[in-house]
T-cell receptor
Framework: GQQLNQSPQSMFIQEGEDVSMNCTSS?????WLWYKQDPGEGPVLLIA?????ELTSNGRLTAQFGITRKDSFLNISASIPSDVGIYFC???????????FGTGTRLKVLA | NAGVMQNPRHLVRRRGQEARLRCSPM?????VYWYRQLPEEGLKFMVY????????ESGMPKERFSAEFPKEGPSILRIQQVVRGDSAAYFC???????????FGPGTRLTVL
């Protein structure tokens, strides 16, 4: 099935560093969602984006809906150990209820 | 306000047995989605249901798998005659409508021996 490409696949960073990850698609989306999944748990919704160019923050997290509507970005500032986990993007196209999920970015924070 | 609830959290079945996974959506949510996740992979859509209706089951295998969302009670994902390849985490998500965010439950981890 169709999946979004997330980059990077995984990353090790030092505590306190900023993190950037992105999600790209060949299709245009009307909605982008960003989730975080901890081991053994379900994905938790972090940020929802509904308009091209939209920039939305949730604490240390900031996400942007790309102008082309084919990509989205998530930034985490001043990372802390509990930011460890897998981050998924999900996109929803026009006239559909389905969300297509990205392949995930695995984040590991070194204290 | 309780979130999406799934049970059991862990389920072990032998090959050939049946697996029943239950999902209670968030209060006020009438749309339920089931996803499957293999280790180290993303979530794959299986089926979308509204109360008493299957809207889209295009992601669900044609054989052995079925889903329902009755008027009363939780949504059920049923896997008959399980095989080892059915071992995975199954997540349920709910939303108040199709143009809204989906909220996920904690998942059921199915292991087929």
């Amino acid at each position: 099935g169709q999946q979004l490409n997330q980059s990077p696949q995984s990353m090790f960073i030092q505590e306190g560093e900023d993190v950037s990850m992105n999600c790209t698609s060949s299709s245009i989306f009307n909605t982008w969602l960003w989730y975080k999944q901890d081991p053994g748990e379900g994905p938790v919704l972090l940020i929802a984006l509904y308009k091209a160019g939209e920039l939305t923050s949730n604490g240390r997290l900031t996400a942007q809906f790309g102008i082309t509507r084919k990509d989205s970005f998530l930034n985490i500032s001043a990372s802390i150990p509990s930011d460890v986990g897998i981050y998924f993007c999900a996109g929803q196209g026009s006239g559909t209820y389905k969300y297509i999920f990205g392949t995930g970015t695995r984040l590991k924070v070194l204290a | 306000n309780a979130g999406v609830m799934q049970n059991p959290r862990h389920l072990v079945r032998r090959r050939g047995q049946e697996a029943r996974l239950r999902c209670s959506p968030m209060k006020g949510h009438s749309h339920v989605y089931w996803y499957r996740q293999l280790p180290e992979e993303g979530l794959k859509f299986m089926v979308y249901l509204q109360k008493e209706n299957i809207i889209d089951e295009s992601g669900m295998p044609k054989e052995r798998f079925s889903a329902e969302f009755p008027k009363e009670g939780p949504s059920i994902l049923r896997i008959q005659q399980v095989v080892r390849g059915d071992s995975a985490a199954y997540f349920c998500a709910s939303s108040p409508g199709t143009s809204f965010e989906q909220f996920f439950g904690p998942g059921t981890r199915l292991t087929v021996l």
